[in-house]
């Protein structure tokens, strides 16, 4: 079945860095979009970015302010995150989709927490 595994998130100050991770495994991963959501607390899921099969394109929201690179590794079947210059407001769930919509397989999420 599909399955999808995040990690490396935690507490960072803000200004700080994060290189998120997310395994994939039983389905062809080189096959299809991936993308990264997150979720504040109280809040629905908020879309972050998201990447073509081949990792050659990858789309942002204007809000992010070029701050997040998404990027990815088909031989390794992994999907990465690379957070930068980190605010108080970037804090939440970060989960991995498979493809862009938040209606699909999605993992269990990892927590980012920025504060100082």
């Known amino acids: 079945q599909v399955q999808l595994v995040e990690s490396g998130g935690g507490l960072v100050p803000p200004g700080g860095s994060l290189n998120l991770t997310c395994s994939a495994s039983?389905?062809?991963?080189?096959?299809?979009?991936m993308s990264w959501f997150r979720q504040a607390p109280g809040k629905g899921f908020e879309w972050v970015a998201s990447?073509?099969?081949?990792?050659?394109?990858?789309s942002y929201p204007d809000r992010l302010e070029g701050r997040f690179t998404i990027s990815r590794d088909n031989a390794k079947k992994t999907l990465y995150l690379q957070l930068n210059r980190l605010k108080p407001e970037d804090t939440g769930l970060y989960y991995c989709?498979?493809?862009?919509?938040?209606?699909?397989?999605r993992g269990q999420g990892t927590q980012v927490t920025v504060s100082s």
């Open positions: 989709f498979r493809d862009t919509s938040k209606l699909g397989p």
């Open positions: 039983g389905f062809d991963f080189s096959s299809y979009y």
């Open positions: 990447i073509n099969t081949g990792g050659s394109a990858t």
